[in-house]
């Protein structure tokens, strides 16, 4: 696709459920990232891909959250046992390598944990 | 030691005026500092970014200034326009330490540009 893609736009869970968020780069890029955007709050790093390893994993919350990616290419965004904290919209970037600057943002899944 | 302190808040400027927003960091080892700009239901995008050999960057009406003993920076926007408005954040990152994109933001300025 022409840009970032993440799916569902929305998702609104019950307190203890888990969720699966989906991220798709853009094709090529090798470099992934997920980040937390509370409401009214800067974003907040979560974890690094490179390529399908995480050499960063140190944003992450809790031992709830995981992610892996697989083949390069799709991630996916883990919350197991969801709270109400848990309530954000979480984005995924992509870029061309760790050492490239512009980083691509998909435009996020809305989690509302009731 | 990894804060980014931004201000103001929310900021409200005429079309053609100009808008300023700053932006304070802590840790030494940044050596990254882009803003973004987010318009409600995206993702963020990178407007323009600087590095601490610079003190200053001018693309098109948007300028950085850096001011690496103070551990400051700022985003001038010139003319401003209705289609300025936004949401902007300032961040920075430590990318010859890790990467580029493990970006430590600020908390957002919210500029409305009046007709």
């Known amino acids: 696709g022409a840009g970032v893609s993440q799916s569902p736009s929305n998702k609104v869970t019950e307190k203890g459920k888990d969720v699966e968020l989906r991220c798709d780069p853009i094709?090529?890029?090798?470099?992934l990232y997920w980040y937390r955007q509370s409401l009214g709050q800067g974003l907040e790093f979560l974890i690094y891909?490179?390529?399908?390893?995480?050499?960063?994993k140190s944003g992450l919350p809790s031992d709830r959250f995981s992610a892996e990616r697989t083949g390069g290419s799709v991630s996916t965004l883990t919350i197991q046992r969801t709270q109400q904290e848990d309530s954000a919209v979480y984005l995924c970037?992509?870029?061309?390598?760790?050492?490239?600057?512009?980083?691509?943002f998909g435009s996020g899944t809305q989690l509302s944990v009731l | 030691q990894q804060q980014v302190k931004q201000s103001p808040q929310s900021l409200i400027v005429q079309k053609g005026g100009i808008s300023i927003i700053n932006c304070a960091y802590e840790?030494?080892?940044?050596?990254?500092f882009p803003w973004y700009q987010q318009f409600p239901g995206k993702g963020p995008a990178l407007l323009i970014a600087?590095?601490?050999?610079?003190s200053e960057k001018k693309e098109g009406r948007f300028t950085i200034s850096f001011n690496k003993s103070a551990k400051q920076f700022s985003l001038h926007i010139m003319d401003s326009q209705p289609g300025d408005s936004a949401t902007y954040f300032c961040?920075?990152?430590?990318?010859?330490?890790?990467?580029?994109?493990?970006?430590?933001f600020g908390q957002g300025t919210i500029l409305t540009v009046h007709p």
């Open positions: 600087i590095r601490p050999d610079v």
């Open positions: 094709s090529g890029h090798t470099a």
């Open positions: 840790n030494t080892a940044f050596d990254y």
């Open positions: 891909f490179q390529g399908n390893s995480a050499p960063d």
């Open positions: 961040a920075a990152a430590n990318a010859g330490g890790t990467s580029y994109g493990k970006l430590t």
């Open positions: 970037a992509s870029s061309m390598g760790q050492n490239n600057e512009k980083l691509f």
